[in-house]
């Protein structure tokens, strides 16, 4: 079992619909969780981190995460065609792994106009 | 959020010459910095770890003699890819973290390394 798991894809979506990412991690002791875009090319960029249980909203973002359950998801509403992009899934398990961040292989997101 | 910069974005290089590759966090102190590698269509493989002042952590299969890395101060860490050979092309990418930001990575825009 891959200690952070997403779905590969691609998710199409239709412009303005909900895409929804889903990731489920191993560690039960993972304390910190993020969300990182990387388009074609280009370098991660951070788009959102989550550290307690529940919904946290940033603009057409929001991230859930249920330690219980051991899963982060990802909803972007509104989806636009620049949303188009590989949303990856990072956890940082516990104190042993200092400040290292376990990367998922990440979900390829089409939006389609 | 917090700026990363990465010196070259491109560098072609012969077999066997050397590459360096800077990381620098513009507006913030990095208390430890991270060197990933990418190859297309895969996802990012963390190949060290390093704080300022102190030796880098390597992952497990990462040769340290060939990617020395050099962090000698908080805003600036090197890479430099010894003997490097066509299969170590690929995309470099540093990331910064700082103190409290509670584990957030920012990342440098990358470089992008073609050994011929």
């Known amino acids: 079992q891959k200690e952070v798991e997403q779905n590969s894809g691609p998710l199409s979506v239709p412009e303005g619909a909900i895409a929804s990412l889903n990731c489920t991690y191993s560690?039960?002791?993972?304390?910190?969780f993020f969300w990182y875009r990387q388009y074609s090319g280009k370098s991660p960029e951070l788009i959102m981190s989550?550290?307690?249980?529940g919904d946290k909203e940033d603009g057409r973002f929001t991230a859930q995460l249920n330690k219980a359950s051991q899963y982060v998801s990802l909803l972007i509403r509104d989806s636009q065609p620049s949303d188009s992009a590989t949303y990856l899934c990072?956890?940082?398990?516990?104190?042993?792994?200092?400040?290292?961040?376990?990367f998922g292989g990440g979900t390829r997101v089409l939006v389609k106009p | 959020g917090a700026v990363v910069s990465q010196h070259p974005s491109r560098v072609i290089c012969k077999s066997g010459t050397s590459v360096k590759i800077e990381c620098r966090s513009l507006?913030?102190?990095?208390?430890?910095m991270f060197w990933y590698r990418q190859f297309p269509k895969q996802s990012l493989m963390l190949m060290a770890t390093?704080?300022?002042?102190?030796?880098?952590?390597?992952e497990q299969g990462v040769e340290k003699d060939k990617f020395l890395i050099n962090h000698a101060s908080l805003t600036l860490s090197t890479l430099t890819v010894t003997s490097a050979h066509p299969e170590d092309s690929s995309f470099y990418i540093c990331?910064?973290?700082?103190?409290?930001?509670?584990?957030?990575?920012?990342f440098g825009p990358g470089t992008r390394l073609t050994v011929t």
């Open positions: 990331s910064a973290t700082g103190t409290g930001f509670y584990y957030e990575q920012y």
């Open positions: 560690d039960r002791g993972s304390q910190s």
């Open positions: 989550i550290y307690s249980n």
């Open positions: 990072a956890v940082n398990k516990d104190s042993a792994a200092g400040n290292k961040l376990t």
């Open positions: 507006d913030f102190q990095a208390t430890t």
């Open positions: 390093s704080n300022e002042g102190s030796k880098a952590t390597y």
